[in-house]
């Protein structure tokens, strides 16, 4: 059977500044799916992680359908009237357009889709990310996809032996979708080269090149390049298949123990270390951490089991720590080098326009 997942996400309002959304928002979409969707969808959950509402759907009308991308934003919209009249912080953050226009690509909803002939057994991860950026997922699904130290399939399953197809977007080209396309193991060194540069290049697409079937989608949307200004981080979704011709569970997972630096946390400018958190994790520390939830599910016939926390796990609880004890080392160099994003990024801020002010001050000294 052929079915497409979409997942489609937004913050449209949290409790207490950028932690959480209420009950009231998230029954709002609860709602809004159970009674709009049912002639479209085959199966929905309602998720959440940090700020962000996010719904994984599956359906048979192919990826980019309007109808469908219709459906999550009259419900982001909804939902939006509702933190209002909550007075919740950042009441409609994500809705960056006034009326929708086909699909929510860029429109301020971040959204990842996949069609492909469903397997007997169709296990498959959602990985939720707040307050960084999609490059996020550059790391654990390159060495989740590519390195045999995370992906021992990689020398012990005939089924990836060819290895995958990477489709990388340089996301600060904004007349179009700008993308290479990658083979690894051959273009191992150059896939290394553009993905060590998160906040440029990321992947969008992976692909088993032994049967052509899709593996892993990634949001690639930024919000600054929608809005022209700091609107957010784009807290990025993905969707990675697993099992068989695809990497383990496990494998997948295996990265995240890394808890490597990303972009993000507070006001979007610094860098921290991405701490895997359970579901229904939220915002804290310094509007951070940055956060990344994984919720496990086998799907059949398009009907989704109940979801399986991955990072619920004792395992995880010392990875948080090793994480929190990562950010709090780089965050006690405050703003200094390494410890703010590159000036890339802080090109959306009133940083620029500072230094355009000091620049002005500068002098030729006379020797």
């Not at 990388?168 to 193991?185: A, C, F, K, S, W």
């Amino acid at each position: 059977m052929k079915v497409t997942l979409s997942v489609i996400k937004a913050d449209v309002g949290s409790v207490g500044g950028h932690n959480i959304p209420s009950q009231k928002l998230l029954q709002t979409l609860e709602n809004h799916l159970k009674n709009k969707g049912q002639r479209l969808l085959i199966d929905y959950k309602v998720t959440h992680t940090g700020d962000d509402g996010c719904f994984l759907m599956s359906h048979k009308h192919g990826v980019d359908n309007p109808d469908i991308h219709r459906l999550c934003w009259d419900a982001f919209t909804k939902a939006t009237k509702v933190a209002k009249d909550q007075g919740l912080y950042g009441a409609g953050q994500d809705i960056l357009k006034d009326a929708f226009s086909g699909n929510v690509r860029g429109m301020g909803p971040g959204s990842c889709e996949m069609e492909f002939e469903e397997r007997t057994s169709e296990p498959f991860v959602l990985f939720a990310c707040d307050k960084t950026d999609p490059g996020a997922f550059n790391y654990p699904l390159f060495r989740g996809f590519a390195d045999p130290f995370h992906n021992a399939g990689l020398l012990l399953a005939p089924d990836m032996a060819k290895g995958f197809e990477f489709t990388i977007m340089d996301v600060n080209y904004t007349e179009g979708d700008r993308v290479i396309v990658l083979n690894v193991p051959e273009n191992y060194y150059d896939l290394a080269v553009l993905l060590r540069d998160p906040e440029h290049y990321v992947i969008e697409k992976v692909v088993a090149r032994s049967t052509g079937e899709i593996a892993s989608v990634v949001s690639t949307s930024r919000l600054h390049n929608i809005a022209g200004k700091y609107t957010g981080k784009d807290d990025p979704v993905a969707l990675v298949r697993t099992q068989k011709q695809f990497p383990s569970t496990g494998e997948i997972l295996s990265p995240f123990a890394t808890a490597h630096f990303v972009v993000g946390d507070n006001r979007g400018s610094h860098i921290v270390s991405l701490m895997p958190v359970k579901q229904g994790g939220i915002i804290s520390f310094f509007d951070g951490p940055a956060i990344v939830t994984a919720l496990g599910i086998c799907m059949h016939n398009g009907i989704f089991t109940e979801g399986v926390d991955l990072f619920d796990q004792p395992f995880w609880d010392v990875i948080r720590t090793k994480s929190a004890e990562k950010t709090i080392a780089i965050r006690d160099q405050g703003f200094f080098g390494a410890a703010m994003a590159p000036m890339e990024e802080l090109e959306y801020t009133g940083v620029v326009e500072r230094i355009k002010l000091l620049d002005k001050k500068f002098f030729i000294r006379k020797k």
